[in-house]
């Protein structure tokens, strides 16, 4: 079945360093990546996606890329902050609405002072 | 506009009992998903509930179901609780018109089975 795979599953990164996540997919109909950010005691929050149309997005610290030949997608946090601290998710879809969304195993971020 | 509500945010039960959880999503959204989420093994995918009926399914037994009403809002319920089943219970709701579309989560069930 579909599978997504994420790496590393624990990144500790200095504040002020850039850290990077990815992920592999299997299905190669999956058009739709988005990345969830997880904070202690909440539930995962939308941060970025990105569409199989488009190969890179960024949004002020916070930047994702997309090769779809290889099948795989990775979030960049740059300038990190205490507060990027968290669990991040990747995932992926397709456009039809009777499929579900395959997220990976998250990642832990730890921001050191 | 409110978010998406899960109650009762904490649970302990004892294996062999029952227990039921609620989510109510935001408002004009159609799609219920469920996900249990415990260290290590991220989001396992449950099921989700579009317009009161189950349109996708996870591989979780059968003593895991779920239902929607009307208004979109949802229960799951877990028979026969199994030391295992301890974990953080998540909700997302989506407009559930496209696979594309955001899901917005809830802040979780935590279920402690002793």
């Known amino acids: 079945g579909e599978n997504v795979e994420q790496h590393p599953s624990t990144l500790s990164v200095q504040e002020g360093d850039s850290a990077v996540i990815k992920c592999t997919y299997s299905?190669?109909?999956?058009?739709?990546f988005p990345w969830y950010k997880q904070e202690l005691g909440k539930g995962p929050q939308l941060i970025i996606d990105?569409?199989?149309?488009?190969g890179e997005k960024k949004d002020q610290r916070i930047a994702v890329t997309l090769n779809k030949t290889a099948k795989h997608f990775s979030l960049h946090i740059t300038e990190t902050q205490p507060e990027d601290s968290a669990v991040y998710f990747c995932?992926?879809?397709?456009?039809?609405?009777?499929?579900?969304?395959?997220f990976g195993k998250g990642t832990r971020l730890h921001i050191l002072p | 506009k409110a978010g998406v509500t899960q109650t009762p945010r904490y649970l302990i039960k004892t294996r062999g009992q029952q227990v039921t959880l609620s989510c109510s999503p935001i408002?004009?959204?159609?799609?219920v998903s469920w996900y249990q989420q415990t260290p290590g093994q991220g989001l396992q995918f449950l099921f989700e509930?579009?317009?009161?009926?189950?349109?996708n399914k996870g591989n979780f037994p059968g003593r895991f179901s779920g239902r929607q009403f009307s208004n979109s809002r949802s229960e799951m319920n877990v028979s026969t609780l199994e030391l295992g089943d301890s974990a953080l219970y998540l909700c997302?709701?989506?407009?559930?018109?496209?696979?594309?579309?955001?899901?917005?989560f809830g802040p979780g069930t935590r279920l402690l089975v002793l």
């Open positions: 997302a709701s989506s407009l559930g018109s496209s696979g594309q579309e955001t899901q917005y």
């Open positions: 299905d190669s109909a999956s058009n739709y």
């Open positions: 990105i569409r199989s149309n488009v």
């Open positions: 995932a992926a879809s397709r456009t039809n609405r009777d499929d579900k969304i395959i």
């Open positions: 408002s004009g959204h159609r799609s």
């Open positions: 509930y579009f317009s009161e009926t189950q349109r």
